[in-house]
């Protein structure tokens, strides 16, 4: 019923499973396994990236599993997990400086959506807290 009326899926409130999806998922991004991504994102996933994300070479809007794995496939070497404004995400930082905040939304065991912000007036308004020590 949520997605005919084009709301998001409900986040899930387990913060500690939802940190294994994320960290499974990042270790799957780091490590260009393909499989390992698809196991962790709905078929029917869906990337959006502002456009400073764009800038830095995102496309605007990424739909669907394999699509998503292949994006992400090798990437993730400067991704932490992180809260962001308590709910599970993803802080990217170059340099010592945070870049890219992704925002995930998880829909049973696997992330359905994530919102890449890399405009740094947009990041400065997020609460960030990393919790990888990678």
């Known amino acids: 019923r949520r997605r005919v009326q084009g709301a998001p899926p409900a986040p899930d409130p387990d913060l500690g ?9 990042l270790a799957a ?27 830095l070479g ?27 404004d308590g709910e ?6 170059l340099g010592g400086t945070l870049r890219v905040v992704l ?7 696997r992330i359905a959506a994530i919102d890449a912000t890399a405009e740094p007036t947009q990041i400065e308004t997020f609460d960030v807290e990393v919790l990888d020590r990678n």
């Open 29 to 55: 991004s780091r490590n260009g396994d393909f499989e390992g991504l698809l196991a962790v994102l709905a078929p029917d996933v869906v990337v959006r990236a502002d456009q400073a994300a764009q800038r």
């Open 88 to 93: 599970i995400g993803v802080a990217v930082i």
């Open 103 to 109: 925002r995930v939304t998880i829909a049973g065991d």
């Open 17 to 25: 499973r939802q940190r294994g999806i994320v960290e499974a998922f």
């Open 58 to 84: 995102s496309l605007p809007v990424i739909r669907g599993a394999a699509a998503v794995a292949e994006s992400f496939k090798g990437r993730a070497q400067a991704a932490k997990t992180a809260l962001v």
